[in-house]
């Protein structure tokens, strides 16, 4: 499954985006689906994650009720709906897909497949 991340790019801070992660397959609706995060100088961290039927959701405390995730298995796509963005939220967005279900957050060794990032830059 070949994973294509768009929608990154400069922002306000309190400012909306909306990112995408375009799957190649069909098979991406077995796969539970998340977006991950690194900003400069940090290790990558788990930002929010949905199962593979989207009846189940995950979020890092530091985004709750900020950031929304879904998915449309018609489309092979997911999406991270960011609200309310802060300057901290500056990262590389990755989007990712796995056939492991993690609780409380998808674990990066459990990965099966990578996008190859966007950028959010957040300014205050």
């Known amino acids: 499954v070949q994973l294509q991340a768009s929608g990154g790019g400069l922002v306000q801070a309190e400012g909306s985006l909306r990112l995408s992660c375009a799957a190649s397959?069909?098979?991406?609706?077995?796969?539970?689906m998340g977006w991950f995060r690194q900003a400069p100088g940090k290790e990558r961290e788990a930002v929010a994650a949905?199962?593979?039927?989207?009846?189940?959701?995950q979020y890092a405390d530091s985004v709750k009720g900020r950031f929304t995730i879904s998915r449309d298995n018609a489309k092979n796509t997911i999406y991270l709906q960011m609200n309310n963005l802060k300057p901290e939220d500056t990262a590389v967005y990755y989007c990712?897909?796995?056939?492991?279900?993690?609780?409380?957050?998808?674990?990066?060794?459990?990965?099966?497949?990578w996008g190859q990032g966007t950028l959010v830059t957040v300014s205050s």
């Open positions: 990712a897909a796995t056939r492991v279900w993690s609780v409380p957050s998808m674990t990066q060794r459990n990965i099966d497949f």
């Open positions: 949905i199962i593979w039927s989207g009846g189940t959701t």
């Open positions: 397959e069909t098979t991406f609706r077995r796969y539970h």
